[in-house]
């Protein structure tokens, strides 16, 4: 099993830019999350989604879209890049819900917005 | 990667000592807790949960006590190794999401 796979690793984006951040799992995880990892600032959740079709806002929501079409994938895009936005995302999933035992996380995209 | 140590409390341990990490939660009705590991470059992996009603959980090398009075929670790394250096982080979970801590880096010399 690839476990949870993150697309790009890297990614330079101009302010004002859009793109799309992607993740899959193989392990037919009914839940996916994104979240950002600044220095000094720990893990900070994005949006997360409960199973195919729904979508729900974490701490940190404004900029970003997701949605959940398949339980395979959940892709997270920026519309309009600010530099506020350059960080390190991860995307994890866990079989239920968050609190129902391990979250297997991504390697990471690393974004800079210039 | 480094820049996730930036401004981090950091602890210094001998290879073969006992660490403590210690962390403390915000809302006294998460209902579960967990310890991720983050080594540089990589994705935080989890080491050990424990559910609030209990107050310790031991695994392989590891520990985990909550004291739930002072919403406090500490892992316990027994005979600490070089590949245990690494940002470790608690995280606390009230139904469907997770709450993280802001990481404690653990550096272990040989």
């Known amino acids: 099993n690839a476990g949870v796979t993150q697309t790009p690793k890297f990614q330079v984006l101009k302010t004002g830019q859009s793109m799309t951040l992607q993740c899959a799992q193989d392990?037919?995880?009914?839940?996916m999350s994104w979240y950002r990892q600044d220095p000094g600032m720990g893990l900070r959740l994005i949006h997360y989604?409960?199973?195919?079709?729904?979508?729900d806002q974490g701490e940190v929501p404004n900029g970003y879209n997701v949605s959940r079409s398949t339980t395979e994938d959940f892709p997270l895009r920026l519309l309009s890049a600010a530099p506020s936005q350059t960080s390190v995302y991860f995307c994890?999933?866990?079989?239920?819900?968050?609190?129902?035992?391990?979250?297997?996380f991504g390697e990471g995209s690393r974004l800079t917005v210039l | 990667g480094e820049s996730v140590g930036l401004h981090l409390p950091t602890l210094s341990v001998q290879e073969g000592d006992n660490s403590i990490i210690n962390c403390a939660y915000s809302?006294?009705?998460?209902?579960?807790f967990i310890w991720y590991k983050q080594e540089s470059g990589k994705g935080p992996q989890f080491i050990i949960d424990?559910?609030?009603?209990?107050d310790k959980r031991q695994g392989q090398r590891v520990t985990v006590l909550l004291n739930k009075t002072v919403k406090h929670l500490s892992l316990q790394i027994a005979a600490t190794q070089p590949g245990d250096s690494a940002v470790y982080f608690c995280?606390?979970?009230?139904?469907?999401?997770?709450?993280f801590g802001k990481g404690t880096m653990l550096l272990v010399s040989p």
């Open positions: 994890a999933s866990n079989i239920m819900t968050a609190n129902t035992g391990e979250l297997f």
């Open positions: 392990m037919n995880h009914e839940y």
């Open positions: 989604s409960v199973g195919a079709g729904i979508t």
């Open positions: 809302n006294s009705a998460s209902d579960y």
């Open positions: 424990i559910r609030s009603n209990m």
């Open positions: 995280a606390e979970s009230l139904y469907s999401t997770l709450t």
